[in-house]
Structure formats: C-alpha cells, structure tokens
C-alpha cells in the first residue's frame, strides 16, 4: 500500500519563495511572471531543510501526493550543488514519517489531466520545467534519474503519443525501455543529443535544457 503526504504541507511549501535558489535561477532566466507560472504549474516548493533549498513534489492525476523530492541548486548557474552535505532528500524522511512508503510518479503526472497534448519524458525536474517554456505544446514530465522510467509509473500513459528524450549516455537504456512498454503508449525515443552534443558538451554532461537556454 502506497503513503501519501497530507496536501497541506504541500500548500505551506509554496507559500513562500524567497529563500529558493533554484527559483532564483529561473527568476534570472524567465523574469517574474513566467517564473510565477512554472512554480503554480509545477509546485515547486520552498524548503528549510537545506538553505535555499528546493521541493519537486510528485502528484498524480488524482491530486494525491506521493512525495517530495528536496534538492539544492546554485542560484546563478542552475546546477545541483555537488556539496555531500547536500544530497537528494526526501520530504518523508525530513518529517520523520513513521512507515512511510514511497511509491514514486513522474514529475508532473498531474498535468496528464490534458488529454489534448502529446507527452515529452526527460530526466531531471529542472529539464522538464525548462523546456515546458521553450514548447509548450508539449507535456513535460521527468523521470527523476536514470533508471526513473518502469511500468508502474507508466501506466497513467496508456495510450498517449509520448517522446522519451534520454540525457547524454541514456539514449540505449530509454530505447530499450521504450520497446519493453510499447504494449502501454506510443513511445518514440529522440537521438537530438547523441547527433548533436560536441565531445566538450559530453563531459559536462549537457542536457535539453543547457541548449535551451543558450537562446532567448
């Protein structure tokens, strides 16, 4: 049996915005009012738990929420903080929520309720919300890792068009992920970054979202 997080705490989190970096970041890169848009859409929350610290909330089509991911960011460069006192938290293991067990969704499997619009899946929370601005025809919902993609969590998909676009590196695991759930959604899998990434841009570990912002 899945545990959820009550709502409210979700509420509180977006409350307020100011000590956020990753918000910062996007405040630097969209201005306010776009920015304002991406927090609402996606609830990006605000945390305490690590100074200027950032929650990706996990909520599925039916409003429950399955978790929190708490992460921190440099407000100027967008990046993750590679400081080891800094790694990836959750939001049920800062309450301290006795027996609580984590069943993870997309990022963004709330905004499945359009039916109206194709699917686009990438990796990390901050590509998704990126390029929601660059194409917004698109729904934008990330994976959370690597390995973030398996039936369950696709089950909300069935029957959708959806457009995996695999990180530098990831390109076979996603193919070979996308032939495995071919019986749920019609999945097509981009090789934009494997044609396209300079060798430089592979030891940075580029993403869809590092090109994207080279434009206005």
Same mark, same amino acid.
């Given at each position: 049996?899945?545990?959820?997080?009550?709502? =409210?705490?979700?509420?509180? *989190?977006?409350?307020?915005? !100011?000590?956020?970096?990753?918000?910062?970041?996007?405040?630097?890169?969209?201005?306010? =009012?776009?920015?304002?848009?991406? +927090?609402?859409?996606?609830?990006?929350?605000?945390?305490?738990?690590?100074?200027?610290?950032?929650?990706?909330?996990?909520?599925?089509?039916?409003?429950?929420?399955?978790?929190?991911?708490?992460?921190?960011?440099?407000?100027?460069?967008?990046?993750?903080?590679?400081?080891?006192?800094?790694?990836? *938290?959750? +939001?049920? $293991? $800062?309450?301290?929520?006795?027996?609580?067990?984590?069943?993870?969704?997309?990022?963004?499997?709330?905004?499945?309720?359009?039916?109206?619009?194709?699917? $686009?899946? +990438?990796?990390? =929370?901050?590509? $998704?919300?990126?390029?929601?601005?660059?194409?917004?025809?698109?729904?934008?919902?990330?994976?959370?890792?690597?390995?973030?993609?398996?039936?369950?969590?696709?089950?909300?998909?069935? /029957?959708?068009? +959806?457009?995996?676009?695999?990180?530098?590196?990831?390109?076979?695991?996603?193919?070979?992920?996308?032939? !495995?759930? *071919?019986?749920?959604?019609?999945?097509?899998?981009?090789?934009?970054? !494997?044609?396209?990434?300079? !060798?430089?841009?592979?030891?940075? /570990?580029?993403?869809?979202?590092?090109?994207?912002?080279?434009?206005?």
């Amino acid at each position: 049996m899945a545990s959820f997080i009550p709502p =409210e705490i979700l509420r509180q *989190s977006l409350e307020s915005h !100011e000590p956020n970096n990753f918000i910062k970041f996007l405040l630097n890169l969209f201005g306010p =009012e776009i920015t304002s848009q991406l +927090v609402n859409r996606y609830f990006i929350g605000t945390t305490n738990y690590y100074p200027g610290g950032t929650i990706f909330w996990q909520v599925d089509t039916r409003g429950r929420v399955h978790a929190g991911k708490i992460m921190l960011y440099n407000p100027i460069t967008g990046r993750r903080s590679k400081d080891l006192r800094f790694k990836v *938290s959750w +939001v049920h $293991a $800062a309450l301290r929520i006795p027996d609580f067990k984590l069943n993870q969704t997309f990022f963004g499997e709330h905004l499945l309720t359009d039916k109206s619009r194709s699917i $686009a899946i +990438v990796e990390s =929370e901050k590509t $998704a919300i990126i390029a929601s601005i660059y194409f917004p025809q698109l729904i934008w919902l990330a994976a959370g890792s690597k390995a973030g993609i398996d039936s369950i969590k696709c089950i909300p998909l069935a /029957g959708r068009q +959806v457009i995996l676009y695999p990180d530098l590196g990831a390109f076979e695991i996603w193919s070979k992920k996308a032939k !495995e759930l *071919s019986y749920l959604a019609f999945f097509t899998v981009s090789s934009l970054l !494997e044609k396209t990434a300079t !060798e430089t841009e592979r030891n940075k /570990g580029f993403d869809i979202a590092d090109y994207l912002t080279m434009f206005d």
